[in-house]
């Protein structure tokens, strides 16, 4: 897993409030990134960063917001969550070489 | 519009028999291509990958080819083994830029491989 944390882990919420995940990396990767998993959709990208304070929106980045400033935390927002935003949430994160790529272990959050 | 594709959701085979997975993808901008494996509860880990300037990759039991003309690729497990039963991302991605998205490291769907013992 390259040192790649998440947290927390699991967490349940109600609908309207906001949350924040954490990605936590220890081996200077520059690439990271958040995605989803949903049944059916495999693994969608939500955000990624290519360098501190750089980031982008993935292919379904509505109601999600990030920062990175350091390297090593990648932090994802939900402003104000919703059902649809329960999921599986993923951290990966990718060196320069683009050659492979770790993931984290995953956050469960469920928005009732 | 979807630039890697896992058409197959499913297959299944035999123990000891040769494992294919298949992946297309749309853009021709992609230096590398990734293959993971996912059990259910965890992270995926990452198994494979192959430059684009490369047509071939292997290390150990897992061959993965690349067919640039055809923008396919396939992962080769060989011979399958009941742990090899997980579910197969196949990822790729554009180091240097395509449309300004460098780094933008997208997967297709996946497929669930059973291996029967």
């Known amino acids: 897993d390259a040192g790649i944390t998440q947290s927390p882990r699991h967490k349940v919420t109600e609908t309207g409030t906001p949350v924040t995940l954490r990605c936590h990396q220890t081996?200077?990767?520059?690439?990271m990134y958040w995605y989803r998993q949903d049944p059916g959709h495999g693994l969608r990208l939500i955000h990624y960063s290519y360098g501190v304070k750089d980031t982008d929106k993935g292919e379904v980045s509505d109601g999600y917001s990030v920062s990175r400033s350091k390297t090593e935390d990648f932090l994802l927002t939900l402003e104000s969550a919703t059902s649809s935003q329960t999921s599986v949430y993923f951290c990966?994160?990718?060196?320069?070489?683009?050659?492979?790529?770790?993931f984290g272990p995953g956050t469960r959050l469920t928005v009732l | 519009d979807q630039q890697v594709k896992q058409n197959s959701p499913s297959l299944s085979v035999q123990e000891g028999r040769i494992s294919i997975l298949n992946c297309d993808y749309t853009n021709s901008m992609f230096d590398y291509f990734l293959w993971y494996k996912k059990y259910p509860a965890e992270g995926p880990t990452f198994l494979i990958s192959?430059?684009?300037i490369k047509d071939k990759n292997e290390d150990g039991r897992f061959t993965v080819f690349l067919n640039k003309s055809a923008k396919h690729l396939s992962l080769h497990i060989v011979p399958s083994q009941p742990g090899d039963s997980a579910v197969y991302f196949c990822?790729?991605?554009?180091?240097w830029g395509y449309g300004g998205s460098q780094g933008n490291l997208i997967f297709g769907k996946g497929t669930k491989l059973s291996v029967k013992p």
């Open positions: 081996e200077n990767h520059r690439y």
């Open positions: 990822a790729a991605i554009a180091m």
């Open positions: 990966a994160a990718t060196g320069t070489s683009g050659g492979e790529g770790f």
């Open positions: 192959i430059s684009s």
